[in-house]
């Protein structure tokens, strides 16, 4: 196997140079505000600060999907965080996650404002507020949230890892992109097991649990991550394929994947979203 040069970690750990990469300007090892900057707030009940990465793309495919379903308490405000300018380290940003990743949401459909932050908290959150797309009880909400958690807990490895070392580090590591490859095809193989002999996640329903999975692991199978697509063999993967095909004749899908997208075809970027009419006039071919 090939390597990069010998390194001993030092005995403590000083951050006194930048780690380079695409990233290396938003990495800190600290947490907290970097700048004061307050956050829009819109006319909807629920306001998302996000960007349309896979984790972004989950609340914006759920409101998409609660709007279908004729939840108009579920109309929403989206405003743009750019990630790579450290919106995120603004101290409204802050307010809502301090942890300061996105998607960050405030409910203000009540007396008082709800933040809620973490892509899965703020699924459960509006599955649970809407009573739509959650198992109310059993052995099929328990199996809806074990797929839920079970891509919060595989997702890093597919991107912190695998797609950090893939795409973005600045030196390509074998041994890295080895170990996270190999991760990331076991865990497209615990989907196409799953969906070999179940057309959702969960058995014949349509849920969360699909919503969160989709962005990552689809995206993966459907060749828009990473750039990845032959060096993973995802054609390989027929049962996941078939399901992340299925999910994407979903309109609202389509919709929550245009939302807060800032690269790519200028027709498939809204930007912000402020209202339903904003698909139709104010994507980016259209400004």
């Known amino acids: 196997m090939k390597d990069s040069a010998a390194y001993t970690p030092p ?7 930048p780690n380079g990469g695409k990233f290396a300007s938003t ?16 006319r909807h009940p629920l306001q998302l600060y996000s960007l349309a990465t896979p984790n972004g793309q989950k609340i914006t495919i759920m409101l998409e ?30 307010g809502v996650n301090p942890n300061s990743k996105i998607p960050a949401m405030v409910d203000r459909s009540g007396p008082q404002p709800v933040r ?3 892509s899965g908290a703020i699924l459960i959150h509006l599955a649970e507020k809407f009573g739509v797309l959650l198992p109310q009880a059993g052995a099929a909400r328990a199996e809806c949230l074990s797929w839920l ?8 490895y597919l991107g912190g890892g695998f797609g950090h070392f893939y795409a973005y580090a600045p030196v ?5 992109i080895n170990r996270y490859a190999m991760e990331v095809k076991r865990q497209l193989d615990v ?13 014949d329903d349509y849920t969360i649990a699909d919503i969160a999975v989709f962005p990552w692991y689809g995206g993966l199978v459907e060749g828009w991550q990473y750039g990845a697509a032959e060096f993973l063999s995802v054609r390989d ?16 899908v389509v919709r929550g994947l245009m939302v807060n997208r800032t690269a790519g075809d200028p027709s498939q970027q809204l930007r912000e979203r402020h209202d339903a009419s904003d698909f139709d006039t104010k994507t980016q071919d259209k400004l």
């Not at 005995?11 to 140079?17: I, M």
């Not at 399901?243 to 979903?250: G, T, V």
């Open 116 to 118: 809620v932050f973490e």
């Open 149 to 156: 958690f079970w891509q919060v807990g595989s997702a890093p």
């Open 191 to 203: 989907l196409d097991r799953r969906l070999a002999d179940h057309e959702y996640l969960v058995g």
């Open 11 to 17: 005995k403590v750990w000083v951050w006194d140079k």
């Open 65 to 94: 999907e609660l709007l279908a379903l004729g939840h108009t308490g579920a109309e929403y405000d989206a405003w743009l965080i750019r990630i790579g300018k450290g919106d995120q380290f603004g101290s409204g940003f802050v």
């Open 27 to 42: 990495n800190r090892p600290v947490a907290g505000p970097t700048h004061q900057q307050a956050l829009p707030v819109g």
């Open 172 to 176: 390509k590591i074998e041994y890295a």
């Open 237 to 252: 993967y027929v049962h996941v394929r078939r399901w992340a095909e299925a999910i994407l004749q979903r309109p609202a």
